[in-house]
């Protein structure tokens, strides 16, 4: 099951769990307002400039 987290990394909505539940986990966030690594769950802060 997965669940909706904040990213450590840009503060934004996005997801933890096996991957088959992420539009149940972000339901009602706008894909716009989610982390913009959110399809794959992970968001490394040394891959990412600093334009958050």
Avoid: F, Q
């Avoid at 539940?21 to 992970?42: N, Q, T, Y």
């Amino acid at each position: 099951m997965c669940l909706k987290v904040e990213c450590p990394t840009c503060n934004k909505p996005t997801w933890m769990g096996c991957g088959m539940h992420i539009e149940a986990a972000l339901s009602g966030v706008k894909e716009e307002d989610r982390c913009p690594k959110w399809k794959s769950g992970k968001h490394e802060a040394s891959s990412e400039s600093n334009d958050h």
